[in-house]
């Protein structure tokens, strides 16, 4: 409900998206005028592990909800070994059910998964942890690659609310640090 849309584009094997996702989740807690969505893209190098957590949170959410599906991104990252090795041999998701189950059987995840990784690839996004920040009231958006710390994320949100950058392409901003350029939302 917040003015600003924090996209969040990430693979539930990335190392980097594993560490930053919790302080990310804080820094939104914090800040009401902004809101999380999530993004599945699974990178190549991290299939098919990438892929199969997707399903499950996917699945999660479909069966509970976006409580169940913030539950399972969690619980993936709480467990995963990382790197596309995926979840440790015969660890079941607590979650799991005979509708999560249908579901993963079904060809309805992998399309969503698929079309969101589409997106994301034509929008510019080529690694994970990237945030699209929107501001909803100007219709302004940022690309930020990489993990991107809070303060950095309020100078974004200060360039968007000023209007100093448009929807059409990513900005640059001398006071992000190095290596910052600029469906079913969760």
Known sequence: EGRFTLTLYADLECPFCREYFPQLKRWVGANADVALQWQHQPLAA???AASAEARLAECAA??????AFWQAIEWVYAHTRSDGLGLPEGLRYPGLNPAVEQCLASERPEALIRA?????MKGGVTATPSIRLHDRQTGQAILLQGPIEGDALLSAIDLLAAGSTTAAEP?????MPAGVAGDMPR
């Open 46 to 48: 991290h299939e098919p």
């Open 62 to 67: 479909e069966s509970g909800g976006h409580v």
């Open 116 to 120: 969101q990784a589409e997106d994301a």
């Open 171 to 175: 900005a640059h901003s001398p006071d």
